[in-house]
């Protein structure tokens, strides 16, 4: 880990407990965490193992029971819905597994939903190039398939130059070679803008493609692992 002003991300003992009725399920049990600049991360673990509240929560779409979660100077557990609004809008890109384009929008347009509110955007047409689809962009989102609404979905999260792209299971939806679209085109925006990337998957062999990997396991980080080399996402046997 990097230390000091290159710390992007950090945690500490991070817990979420969500009430239905008379019982409690602990979604988090004290994480503790830290992401550097530009680090591109692989979040393992089963389903219910917390891993996407933890993401909810760095994200500013969810806030924790207790701990803290910082990014960067803003300490994210202390803001109010309003400043975790400005906090999503302005640092954090989303890619979720489904792909949540808007039907009678065509690629560009999607994209443009987003550079019309961000401080510091980027093109449409430039973010659309960047995830290989710069001859899609007038096609509505009937007319692409899974793997290229899956990179439209990339482009708008990541017109707005965000420090921070958030992923939820971006290639759950998709075949395997689709779905190295997807992680290539994930890799090169990460390497591009300097995103840190946060990637949560159930498929195990996109490890290695990550700096670092972290497991989760009944709301904990159980085991994180480095990677001294990297694989392209070419090479990943799913």
Not at 132 to 138: A, F, V
Request: hydrophobic share 40%; net charge negative; charged share 25%.
């Amino acid at each position: 880990m990097v230390a000091g002003a290159d710390i992007v991300f950090r945690a500490k003992g991070l817990t979420k407990v969500y009430r239905i009725g008379e019982l409690e399920v602990h979604a988090l049990r004290g994480v503790d965490f830290q992401a550097s600049r530009g680090e591109f991360i692989v979040i393992l673990g089963p389903s219910g193992s917390g891993k996407s509240t933890f993401l909810n929560i760095v994200g500013g779409l969810d806030a924790a029971t207790a701990g803290e979660a910082w990014f960067e100077d803003h300490q994210l557990t202390a803001l109010d819905e309003r400043g975790l609004t400005q906090y999503r809008r302005d640092h954090v890109g989303f890619v979720f597994q489904f792909y949540n384009l808007v039907p009678s929008l065509t690629a560009r347009e999607n994209v443009q939903l987003v550079t019309e509110i961000a401080r510091h955007p980027m093109k449409a047409d430039d973010a659309l190039a960047l995830v290989g689809l710069s001859e899609r962009r007038d096609h509505f989102p009937a007319q692409l398939s899974g793997g290229e609404q899956q990179r439209v979905a990339i482009a708008r999260a990541i017109a707005k130059n965000p420090e921070v792209l958030l992923c939820d299971e971006p290639t759950g939806a998709l075949d395997s070679a689709t779905g190295i679209k997807v992680l290539e085109s994930l890799t090169l925006v990460n390497r591009t803008i300097g995103a840190t990337t946060l990637v949560i998957t159930h498929n195990a062999a996109i490890r290695d493609i990550a700096d670092r990997v972290l497991r989760f396991a009944d709301g904990q980080i159980v085991e994180e692992t480095v990677n001294t080399t990297k694989k392209n996402p070419s090479e990943v046997t799913w």
